[in-house]
């Protein structure tokens, strides 16, 4: 089976020779946490003084706090002395040698998404594919890489970045989700292993999507990732995570934290597409996936959207929030939450108003199904001086099955009486008359309800890039597939 | 000791053991109740109130007086047929044999939704309340008015049961005589049987000073139907937690809320509605008006639980800020667990629509009177579900008179 690791040391070793490579041939921690580990981790990263300190901080408050029970998913406990909190990639010698070893399972969905074949070697880590013969990968990702260099623009993992650009990442890291944010994120703080740096430069658009970039080298995984990105004035960015394509991947906890900076005039999006391991259909195994994200719109007319489009993950922690501080600003959050089997999700939204005129849109849909929990959990907050701010906030929840559970959390405070907001929010099921209309002009009842469920996510799916938008419509007929009748 | 007195026990006992919710509560999360702490220690003296001219004095209806926590029989209406009796009357009545159904009355579990140390402190401490039996069948012909006055802290614990298809209307109001700091600590706990209607109206018009704890629990069985009227005018700090439990196919409940609000007060509603069978329906609506630096709390929970199908659930939240200083934490939830629902909430925040203010004035009316017009269409949306006109117009002046330049429309209202 292959692990992301895998996948990243195929890329990595071609993308990132000087940085990367070094990192992949480390040794594989012993289970365990302590300020020795963390010592030990930055020690493998090669990582300056300073950047130990603020590790080893993080981990003594972490000490400090205790793990949240307000979210409405239900786990044992983790136990975080029995995790490995660095592991090097495992060989590639270990991955089957042809696509006839790999799960046919797993081939089946490959198949469904249209995914090329060279691309599903590559993400089943058969071995002894040629990473140039990914679809032009390499070729690809180097005529990229040297685009973004032409236009200033930094894109490298955050490992990288904190060697070869210190001021940068001194200034900003830990500047918008603080080490002691949570106990997930101060978790993450100590020892975090990688994940992506972008910076872009005063007045720069980024001459492609980065998400394009990144589907090809799939670098983004990791168990405890940190990404941070940094908008200088009037930059633009558009930012993708994640694969349509399940990753199978052994690591039961995964932490991250993706921290946004943007400064005035500048605008980000960001989008991601989770397909981890939701675990079987008992509930047994799958990914937890406790993520902190939060952009900050420091400057006035920053702008940030969220999208996410969630099917995997036995658990799901996720509040990707915006600060919108300079005047004008404005917030997006789109998102799909798809739940089936034993699967829980509580994700959701922040927007703090602080500035004037500052905008946020919260779009939020949800399908749940078999006997899966979802929860949307968001908070609206105008604050005093937050004159004439916005909000306009829609959640719907769609329900299929008898057993499942949709459930609806929003706060909203509102200091400012010329802030105005809207709330509106619905729950469920496909109607029946709908579905009789479809069946009368010859749909199946699976093409009715896939058609149905499309249709309540075309909102959300329209802020994908156009790629991914048709993936994920073939992702959401594969996720809900056999929940239906 | 009989059962009556057990449980009062086992209540205090357990207020001992809880104490006062606090702000790590998620429920008293925007609400300090720490302050209520030094008002508990307060013991007044059982000061006679001269009530003339205090109430709804027009309304045409029976009446239950409560002074400071005690029922006054002399100031008091009861009609002969119905069994309307005081709480504590109808203790001192009961044998101990028969004392098990009065039990239930003063029997509190840590479990109940919104549970919180308060309640405990009233079944442990409550000192009367009205105890109201309403056969199967019958119609209470005039409302139940039931005027609490009081100055200083009183807690009282009401009873309602409406036997099957039986039909009243009940008014709680509130009003206290005093500017000083007292706490009022009401229950009321209601049940329905099949087919039986209520139509429930809570006034609280208590000092500046005052604070309000109240709790109204509602237990509905088959195709019964609720209507709840709230208002919120006075106190500093007022706080009600409205329990509704559709427990039988076919039972519906209308809760509606309206506070107006100004100075420093605090209103915090939290409503839960269970819908535990199929076939029920529940409807919310609130709305506040707030000016100078008040705050208002609404948070309005519905859980449909496993099989409850055919739910049909509507809440919506509506809140006016008048006042750079004043400020809303709202918080409508759903809690589902089955799929055959039509569940839909709203919240909003803003002011005047500034069409609707154009409007007005290019009709030649000044601005503050377009402003006071308007604020007061959205506050009295409300209470125009409400069926009894005297009781409506009260409440409409009475809050009408909480805004700011009221003078020059209030002759728009009529009499």
Redesign the interface.
Known sequence: MATNEEIQEHLGEREYEAGFVTDIESETLPPGLSEDVIRHISAIKQEPEWMLDWRLEAYRHWLTMEEPT?AAVDYAPTDYQSISYYSAPKSKDDGPESLDEVDPELLKTYEKLGIPLREQEFLAGVTNVAVDAVFDSVSVATTFKSKLTEAGVIFCPISEAIIEYPELVKQYLGSVVPPKDNFFAALNCAVFTDGSFVYIPKGVRCPMELSTYFRINALNTGQFERTLIIADEGAYVSYLEGCTAPMRDENQLHAAVVELVILADAEVKYATVQNWYPGDENGVGGIYNFVTKRADCRGNRAKVSWTQVETGSAITWKYPSCILQGDDSAGKFFSVAVTTNCQQADTGTKMIHLGKNTKSTIISKGISAGRAQQSYRGLVR?G?NAEHARNYTQCD?L???????????????????????????????IGDDQLFYCQQRGLSEEGAVNMIVNGFCKDVFDELPMEFAVEANRLMEISLEGSVG | MNLVEERRQEALSLFEKVGLPNKRDENWKYTDASRLADLLEIDGSNTAINIEGLGMVDLDAYRMVFINGAFDAAQSSLPDEVNIVSLATLQSSVSDDDSQALAKLFQVSGDEPLFNGLMALNAATASDGAAVCLADNSVLNKPLYILHVSNQNNVIRHGLMLGEHAQAQVIEHFISTAENKALSNCVTALILKNGASLEHSRLQQEGKQQSHIARVEVKQCRDSSYTFHGVELGASLSRTDLVVNLSEQGASCALNGLFVLDGRQHVDHHTRVDHTAPHCTSHENYRTVLDGRSHAVFNGKVVVHEGASKTDSVQSNGNLLLSKHAEIDTKPELEIYNDDVKCAHGATVGQLDDKQLFYLRSRGVSEEAAQELLTFAFADEVLAKMSNTTVRRYIEKAAFAKLPHSEGIEGLLGE
């Open positions: 307000w105008m005093k929840s329900l299929l099955g008898d057993k499942c559970g949709a459930h609806t959390f929003p706060y909203v405070e509102v200091k400012n009486p010329t802030a105005t907001l809207e709330h509106e929010a619905t729950t469920s099921k």
